[in-house]
């Protein structure tokens, strides 16, 4: 069982359109973390939410942590093919365990 | 700095044989943690060394073990392969603070 959901499972999008991923979980959690794999290589943290509405910004990614700190987003302007990849979704655990989400397949074409 | 490296890349094991996946850091950070991921299930958490000679269970343990060989080095040990432990292995680090794990690029292993 998947303790946080990741929605959609794969996006496919042109370059220059907008795209947003889910993660979403049933109990609230202290910290979230969002990371990016690329193909054939290991994931690379984006950033960590902490606060319930905090937004975040790195460049043309923008990140949401939910109010009730059940769920965050993460949103990107103008996709260019170089964010094509596997989107993770992590939640920090008081003994520093990571719990990751499935991840959003996301495909930029040119 | 390298960062996380790990050996081998890719191998390829019949069913019964045994392997070690070797993962070693050099940024002297305490804990250290080994992930296999497999399509649709994201990462899950095989075992982990919260520090030098300390070692725990995480999610999917059976059918491995691990050794913390120092600081710098955590290991990963299949003593008898199976079909279903073919998967990408990585291995990770925390940074200070606990602010970011940095993984490996990953070994892909499959098991016929």
């Known amino acids: 069982t998947q303790l946080l959901e990741q929605s959609p499972q794969f996006l496919s999008i042109q370059e220059g359109e907008n795209l947003t991923v889910y993660c979403n979980s049933s109990?609230?959690?202290?910290?979230l973390q969002w990371y990016r794999q690329e193909p054939g290589e290991g994931p690379v943290l984006l950033v960590t939410?902490?606060?319930?509405?905090e937004v975040k910004k790195l460049k043309r990614l923008t990140f949401q942590f939910g109010d009730a700190r059940k769920d965050s987003s993460l949103h990107i302007t103008a996709a260019q093919p170089g964010d094509t990849g596997l989107y993770l979704c992590?939640?920090?655990?008081?003994?520093?365990?990571?719990?990751f989400g499935a991840g959003t397949t996301v495909t930029v074409r040119a | 700095n390298a960062g996380v490296t790990q050996t081998p890349k890719f191998q390829v094991l019949k069913t019964g044989q045994s392997m070690t996946l070797q993962c070693a850091q050099d940024m002297n950070h305490n804990s250290m943690y080994w992930y296999r991921q497999d399509p649709g299930m994201g990462l899950r958490l095989i075992y982990y060394?919260?520090?030098?000679?300390?070692?725990d269970k995480g999610e999917v343990p059976n059918g491995y073990n691990v050794s913390r060989l120092n600081k710098r080095e955590f290991s990963l040990r299949l003593e008898s392969a199976a079909p279903s432990q073919t998967s990408v292995y990585f291995c990770a680090s925390w940074g200070r603070s606990y602010n970011e794990q940095f993984f490996g690029p990953g070994t892909r292993l499959t098991v016929l």
């Open positions: 992590a939640r920090r655990a008081n003994d520093y365990k990571l719990s």
């Open positions: 109990s609230v959690f202290s910290s």
């Open positions: 060394s919260a520090s030098e000679g300390t070692t």
């Open positions: 939410v902490v606060t319930g509405g």
